[in-house]
């Protein structure tokens, strides 16, 4: 380089220029080695396989292995606080449910780390709707006829969980609060066991995602009653939306996972990787696979990330407070 610098200056050329060049060029190279993913959550889960999916098409067009980490546990918090102490070079990242962010540090006392201090948005990733769903053995059609026979029965009946905390327990209980009624909530260990007691009418309901229940509502044996989507939806076009059924959208938010960097990772390498993913984002073949999973991809820039992320805090924080709900 050194060499070449005198060159060019003995030619009259500008060496300042030269090196504006070549750090552009360096800065452009991204990853530049190993790049590791690390997902909160089991292998073969949700964010685990688009984690994959955009790990794959990124490895191949980069030239540099990307390694996707499971490190479940505590609703996202261990592998979240990973990520939040890791180096700040841009070659580990979090992808991760962004309620789960949110929501930990009014459901938890020891959090160990600080989400909009230690970690920092890159790009939301994709999103999937929640539905509000019945067994079909429940007298009730319809979102406002479900709302009524609950209204009728007040402490009698229970709905489906994954857990107290989850966002399927958050969204109930907004739709709970907003409506006055009285139900008991029942957590689960596994969507099986969940659509398992909706079918046999142990819980009267249940808010998921739609990959566990499309094929029981598909042959009747659950039935959707709204969705939080703005509009109906691809995999499921009967279900209303939650506006037409007489709620609002903060009863049904969608979950919407996103990729963090460690909170000190720079700016330009922010939108260096932003730059990257999104383009991996787009990609046909990508689009395709993460269809096939019933979620929609939303890339987007950095800042809005953080919006979305700033926009959707308070109603969900608010469910939180409401039906008083801690971890410990």
Known sequence: ???????LAGLGLAV???SVVHDGLAQESWPSKALKIVVPYPPGSG?????????????????????????GGANGIIGSDAVAKAAADGHTLLLVDRLALITNPALYSNVPFNWQVDLKPVTEVARVQLYLVTGSRLPARTFNEFIQYVRANPDKLSYATSGNGHINHLSMEAIVKGFGLKINAVPYKSAPQITTALVAGEVVSVVTGPVPVLGMVRDGRLRTLAVGADKRTRELPDAPTIVESGGTPAMLPPTVFVIMAPGSTPDGMVGRMNAALTTVMRRPEVVSAIEQQALELVPGTAAQAAQHMRDVGPGILQAIRDAGIKME
Not at 1 to 7: G, N, Q
């Open 1 to 7: 380089m050194k060499f070449l610098k005198s060159l």
């Open 16 to 18: 300042a220029g030269l």
């Open 47 to 71: 964010p685990d396989l688009l984690a994959r999916t955009i790990g794959q098409s990124l490895a191949a067009s980069s030239g540099q292995p990307v390694v996707v980490e499971n490190k």
